[in-house]
């Protein structure tokens, strides 16, 4: 069933990105409230340092760390209190050998002091002098101007997806506005004689559109503006028209079913139809040693990646996930060398087989049993939607693997 | 340092749960294309079957299984090709034994027929005569009507939350607008005499406001609404005022700032202070064994939880995940006895000492080192942002635990 002339997933992935360039993205300003889990588009420089000014990291009394050297319970420092920090203000004095300023959490350091003594190792003996009960060290229980960012010193880089505690940080530094990469929009085209919109009555013969509201959800959940076009007959003109107003007006163009079957050759025909014409590689592959998703089709025209994916429900996230996630990062800028997948480590609750020379992308739910994780097989045709209801990821089977023994340790890629 | 006397985190987390009713959460009615990631506030029972009808899987020949018992190469069955299905349209006529109708992959299954022949199984003789080479069995290369979704049972249940694929087969069954539970909004109040908004001009002792940028993007990504609130002066009247004012507008109340140093009790006085008039078991916990976290403040005021966060950024962030997240979910309806959470396993790069009794929680980067996956702790003090920019995840010592080794494997729990 398998020919061996089916590419690889990960080959497949490959030729497609080579044939995308990573510039000349669209890039758009905007304020860093609206920038969560956006791409930044420029390496951000700070411009001021964080803090601006040295702060206790505790509540006690700010002095010269050397007044206090030697002191112990038995043998206290004495320090003179001649001043006291607020929050929020300027220490408009300086301290001198002997002297401490009260100072709360977050104060400002006062001129000449280098170290807090914490309150509890400090000892009043009247309104202006207490015993230091311990040493500290210089530096101790502060934290130095710019030691959190420095003035000058890049912070974030060009590529990086901005995460709360990202947009926290440039916040710290005053950087309210930043360039991020414009979100990729991706088009999604049904296709089918039998497919109607979800909410139209259905004539015997027909099925509801199941795989545009899973795509657009899959699509916004991973950084691209999803844009449904709508339900289109099998229909070549139809096709290659729809295709066409697509690729003006978005960066990638995802075809759902008629990739098998008797339209099978027509979509790849209308890529390389269009190819010709507007430039591009037309069809890089069709048909994958991977299952589900054997159908797929990939293609650039102009270049812009113009994907034919199998009707199957199953196959559909199988090939979101190897192809058009990756693609809307490339699209949307982000780069990372540590793009880890997030996974649950669990024990096959069966075996399971795959033939040989293919992916098998099995999908699973992960269920708890005696203290361990157990992945169990969700059984079903990769045509049912519920297998994925059912299922919380997807265990790989890779290429060279002939099957997945019970007991054994797997990945669960969650969903 | 760490006192016996305070709560662990999961006894906090419970103490602050079982005061927050789960009951009587507001439910709006959608479409489910705005219902991605939304939480389920009803039952959802098919109103139809998916498929609506048999459908072939395969492109082929729909006919009567025991017509081709016992086929092969050597001694095919001959079968007579009456009819043509199309795809999206009804059969109006009946298979009878010997006949068969050609049927494309999703084609409706006519009366009478039972199974499909693969057209590769098959070799046309004449213009409607065919020789099949191999049998079928009863159901084979068939999609009962039903057997993906059958109508009249329950397809989703009630607390959970709606992935792409569920909203897919919401879809697929023509259930096109569902009740969900409105997200939970929730108040940020910024307090400290000595903060001021991110694009202020900064004057000396001056910090801008961090935690409220980092918190409403943490909110935003795990299901609430975040309400900032602004910053105000560390003053008893004010705070109280705009507390009362946050638990009429909003479920559920966070306090960034005060509550350590010198305000360290205002918090707390306040919330007590409110739940005495509107009720409430007020402070549940004031002081964790928990690091970064300890001055952690739980309360509950008229069913609403008000949580008075330490101050700086990385305790922000852990007690995010240990306390705003899961009341998120419990106000927001969220149900799951599978809410697993998504992690890397990796080795430690180096020895990290933790106190007895308490929860470490340490910020580590993941880095790819000869094919392994280590977790280097990213130093630092937890006031600095830039140690959570650094940081890919957290991994968790736990209060039993007196540390972790070099080479020991961990969790990272990711960001």
């Not at 301290?95 to 100072?103: N, Q, R, S």
């Not at 947009?167 to 990469?181: N, P, R």
């Not at 929009?185 to 039998?194: A, F, K, P, Y």
Request: charged content about 25%; hydrophobic content about 40%; proline content about 5%.
């Amino acid at each position: 069933m398998f020919d061996k002339a089916y590419l690889s997933p990960a080959e497949a992935l490959q030729r497609l990105l080579s044939s995308i360039p990573d510039t000349g993205i669209t890039v758009e300003r905007l304020r860093i409230e609206e920038c969560y889990n956006r791409v930044i588009a420029a390496d951000v420089i700070a411009p001021e340092d964080l803090p601006a000014f040295s702060r206790s990291t505790v509540d006690g009394y700010a002095l010269i760390a050397r007044d206090t050297f030697g002191a112990k319970d038995t043998s206290p420092a004495y320090i003179n209190v001649r001043h006291e920090i607020m929050m929020g203000t300027s220490a408009d004095f300086e301290i001198k050998t002997g002297e401490a300023a009260k100072i709360p959490t977050g104060g400002m350091m006062p001129e000449g002091a280098d170290a807090v003594l914490m309150l509890e190792h400090a000892q009043a003996v009247s309104d202006d002098m207490i015993e230091a009960m311990r040493s500290v060290a210089p530096g101790e229980n502060v934290i130095q101007k710019g030691e959190d960012i420095q003035k000058g010193k890049t912070v974030l880089t060009r590529g990086h997806k901005l995460r709360s505690q990202d947009i926290g940080a440039l916040a710290g530094i005053g950087v309210t506005e930043i360039e991020v990469f414009k979100k990729p929009s991706v088009s999604i085209i049904s296709t089918g004689d039998e497919i109607v919109p979800a909410s139209s009555p259905l004539k015997s013969g027909q099925v509801r559109d199941i795989n545009s509201f899973t795509l657009a959800g899959l699509i916004g959940d991973n950084g691209g503006v999803p844009v449904k076009k709508g339900i289109f007959k099998d229909d070549y003109g139809t096709i290659k028209k729809i295709i066409e107003d697509s690729i003006k007006d978005s960066d990638m163009v995802l075809i759902s079913g008629g990739t098998s079957a008797g339209t099978k050759d027509m979509t790849a025909d209308i890529i390389n139809d269009i190819a010709r014409s507007q430039g591009g590689a037309g069809v890089v592959f069709h048909g994958l040693s991977l299952k589900p998703g054997k159908p797929m089709i990939g293609g650039i025209v102009n270049n812009k990646p113009i994907m034919g994916l199998p009707g199957h429900p199953a196959a559909v996230v199988v090939c979101f996930n190897l192809f058009i996630k990756p693609m809307i990062e490339r699209l949307g800028g982000f780069k990372s060398n540590k793009n880890f997948i997030k996974t649950v480590t669990a024990k096959m609750a069966k075996n399971i087989a795959s033939a040989a020379g293919r992916e098998d992308h099995i999908r699973v739910y992960v269920e708890a049993k005696d203290g361990e994780l157990l992945a169990v097989p969700v059984l079903g045709k990769s045509g049912l939607i519920t297998t994925l209801v059912k299922a919380d990821g997807i265990v790989i089977i890779p290429q060279n693997k002939l099957g997945l023994e019970a007991g054994e340790e797997v990945m669960v890629r969650m969903f």
